[in-house]
């Protein structure tokens, strides 16, 4: 009864803790689709914004067409800026500081764009010509500030570009004299076949012209041996027969002088 029990309560705690492993699973997906939602919400939104604001520039006119003139300028500096440090970011950990200032900054850009669209509804007139200067030079600034850290981003992206291919290039000239080593081992292997054909080319003339010594003291010391097939020395009718030797001897008995009748 006791295992069964304690069977039994393994298997409820397996459930619940699947059951918490799930809906906490569930949780955390549902806010990442609530947050991308959210940012593609307000990406959208800032779109459209945008849009509405160069339609703005270019239909309206006096105060309202400069307005819209200031907040898109500020808006399209700030957006340049942070797409540059976020694209950099996974390269250069560093510009992570630059985007912490570019988000400060651009919260005072949203205080101003704030601003400037309460001014935009003001109906005096004489108010937006006089707040409308020092609004616009605050933008300037935060403008200015903007554009320094895109510029210094995008230059030192380029500076670190240009010293990779640098390295690069130094490594490929190494790479590609490493793959020309038969280069000067062919060079020494010819010079060393230069000299080993030298030596033979010498060894065979001493060769030479120990040979024409040696046949030059077998000329002097006897007959030169013919060959076979040279026509010199070829064999007699005799020798063929085996008749040379008797004969040699019955025309030495015949040389031997006759003795007359007082030797006898």
Not at 225 to 237: E, Q
Request: aromatic share 2%; glycine share 12%; with cysteine.
């Amino acid at each position: 009864m006791d295992v069964f029990g304690v069977m039994i309560g393994l298997v409820l705690l397996f459930g619940i803790a699947t059951l918490v492993l799930a809906v906490v699973g569930t949780v955390k997906a549902a806010k990442a689709v609530a947050a991308k939602v959210e940012k593609h919400e307000a990406n959208a939104r800032r779109a459209v914004e945008t849009a509405t604001l160069k339609a703005k520039t270019y239909t309206k006119v006096g105060p309202p067409a400069q307005i819209a003139t200031v907040r898109l300028k500020l808006r399209t500096s700030l957006d340049g800026t942070r797409q540059v440090l976020e694209g950099g970011l996974a390269q250069d950990g560093q510009l992570g500081e630059s985007l912490a200032l570019l988000t400060r900054l651009d919260a005072h850009a949203a205080e101003l764009d704030g601003e400037l669209r309460v001014l935009e509804r003001e109906p005096d007139t004489a108010r937006i010509a006089a707040k409308l200067p020092e609004l616009r030079e605050r933008a300037e600034r935060i403008t200015h500030a903007a554009e320094t850290m895109r510029w210094a981003a995008q230059d030192r992206m380029h500076r670190f570009a240009d010293d990779e291919l640098s390295r690069l290039s130094q490594e490929c000239e190494s790479e590609a004299g490493a793959l020309r080593h038969w280069d000067t081992g062919a060079g020494s292997g010819s010079a060393s076949g230069a000299a080993s054909g030298t030596a033979a080319a010498s060894g065979g003339g001493s060769a030479g012209v120990g040979g024409t010594a040696g046949a030059a003291g077998s000329s002097g010391g006897g007959a030169v041996r013919a060959g076979l097939t040279d026509g010199k020395g070829r064999p007699s009718a005799e020798d063929l027969l085996g008749l040379a030797d008797p004969l040699a001897k019955l025309a030495q008995r015949l040389r031997k002088p006759s003795t007359g009748p007082s030797a006898s």
